[in-house]
């Protein structure tokens, strides 16, 4: 069983703080990893992806992947109400083409 | 930039009756998905498919459910006979894979509610 583990919240951050989300997943085979935000009753935003070990960057948002530990995590600079939405993480395996979606995070900025 | 479409953004049906979800994706995605969310749970993925047939699925995909790409643009689901059960907001999604890109976009997704 491929399974995506996600603290389900409710996590709180005053507005201009680091939002720290984590993931760990049990599949070491698994490739590929996303990170979509999902406002209440829309549908889910891809705004991450991370294939390689590290860090990445992409403006106020960095996806950290660790491999080894089986874990990945985003970060959120400079918190905005705006942010305030679930975050789900996202994993695709080396084999098969389902993707294993965590429960989701909830996160609220408070202004 | 291309986008996922959706149609219709909310089908309202009774139990019993058939529905048919549309979908449009990526013009050049070659992976197809639906998901499920039923309210306030988690995304539950339902099927993917891939050159014209189903390359797996979940245990809620069952015989009442099936899907087609009748064109070279649509994307179906199909639920034969709902259940009150099958309400939910219903995402379709697409990826083109590829060296370094396995990105998946989804839809704005279908409101089933079956009374």
């Known amino acids: 069983q491929k399974e995506v583990e996600q603290n389900s919240g409710p996590l709180s951050v005053p507005e201009g703080a680091i939002a720290s989300l984590n993931c760990t997943y049990s599949d070491r085979g698994s490739q590929s990893f996303f990170w979509y935000r999902q406002y209440s009753g829309k549908s889910p935003e891809l705004i991450m992806f991370?294939?390689?070990?590290g860090d990445k960057e992409d403006g106020r948002f960095t996806a950290q992947l660790n491999k080894a530990s089986q874990y990945v995590s985003l970060l959120i600079r400079d918190s905005q109400p705006s942010d305030s939405a679930t975050y789900l993480c996202?994993?695709?395996?080396?084999?098969?083409?389902?993707?294993?979606f965590g429960t989701g995070t909830s996160l609220t900025v408070i202004p | 930039e291309p986008e996922v479409t959706q149609t219709p953004s909310h089908q309202v049906t009774q139990m019993g009756q058939e529905v048919i979800l549309r979908c449009v994706p990526i013009s050049n995605h070659l992976y197809f998905y639906w998901y499920r969310q039923i309210l306030g749970q988690k995304v539950e993925f339902l099927v993917s498919f891939y050159n014209n047939e189903i390359s797996e699925k979940s245990e809620i995909f069952d015989d009442q459910f099936s899907v087609e790409r009748p064109d070279g643009s649509n994307f179906t689901l199909k639920i034969r006979s709902t259940k009150l059960e099958d309400s939910a907001m219903y995402f379709c999604a697409s990826r083109f894979p590829g060296q370094g890109g396995n990105e998946q976009y989804f839809g704005p997704g279908t409101r089933l509610t079956v009374t």
């Open positions: 996202a994993v695709l395996p080396n084999t098969g083409n389902q993707f294993y």
């Open positions: 991370i294939y390689s070990n």
